[in-house]
């Protein structure tokens, strides 16, 4: 669920290097997942998205997976590059207490050259 | 293809003025409108949503309102500032009236001093 006022988790990988983010998601009834990235000082940027009838789907360099046994969610980023450093937030949808989206806490991502 | 703004990008402001920070979506018709605030090196904390004109949902107590005045227009507005409205504050939109994919606008930085 909503997870505001934590301090981001902190991910550091060298450049080349595959990135995995991880998130757990709180609603078992949640069908539609979105991973967003937001550069500093920016607003977050749809990256890719998937569905609950689906376990993984991939984008450029990029792929989520989908485990709903345990609601859980990752996105892994392949050949990681300088750019790619930002905050990552993972996303669930459904029908919970009206039309919203409920944000992940963010992974900061620094990718070290 | 749709377009959100949100204006203006910074401001400063004194405790105990107003504020009115004005989002605006092009594009699309009914969309779902969303105020996020989000406070340095954190997550994301939605403060209201709408699904249409003059339909607004708080989601926390808060010293802050919104308004929608017409279908594509979503205001932030204060009365009296606090040091804690200080923050970065996102407008988004979804496609309504079931909104899916969340977009973003740029952002709006605010410091109360």
């Known amino acids: 669920g909503e997870s505001v006022g934590l301090h981001l988790p902190t991910l550091s990988v060298q450049e080349g290097d595959n990135s995995i983010i991880n998130c757990a998601y709180s609603n078992s009834a949640s069908d539609y997942f979105i991973w967003y990235k937001q550069e500093s000082g920016k607003g977050p940027q749809f990256i890719i998205d998937i569905r609950s009838n689906m376990d993984k789907r991939q984008g450029q360099r990029v792929t989520v997976l989908l485990n709903k046994t345990v609601k859980h969610l990752s996105l892994q980023i392949a050949a990681t590059q300088p750019g790619d450093s930002a905050v990552y937030f993972c996303a669930e949808f459904g029908n919970t207490g009206g039309f919203k989206t409920i944000f992940g806490a963010g992974t900061r991502l620094f990718v070290k050259a | 293809s749709q377009t959100i703004h949100q204006w203006p990008a910074t401001l400063v402001q004194p405790v105990g003025s107003p504020l009115s920070l004005e989002c605006t979506v092009e594009?699309?018709?009914?969309?779902?409108l969303y105020w996020y605030r989000q406070a340095a090196g954190r997550g994301l904390q939605l403060l209201f949503y709408s699904v249409g004109i003059g339909q607004i949902s708080s989601e926390v107590p808060q010293n802050l309102s919104a308004s929608r005045p017409q279908d594509r227009q979503f205001i932030l507005s204060s009365k009296k500032l606090l040091l804690s409205d200080s923050g970065f504050y996102l407008c988004?939109?979804?496609?309504?009236?079931?909104?899916?994919?969340?977009?973003f606008g740029e952002g709006s930085w605010l410091t109360v001093v």
């Open positions: 594009g699309t018709s009914n969309p779902n």
């Open positions: 988004a939109w979804a496609p309504g009236p079931m909104g899916n994919t969340i977009y």
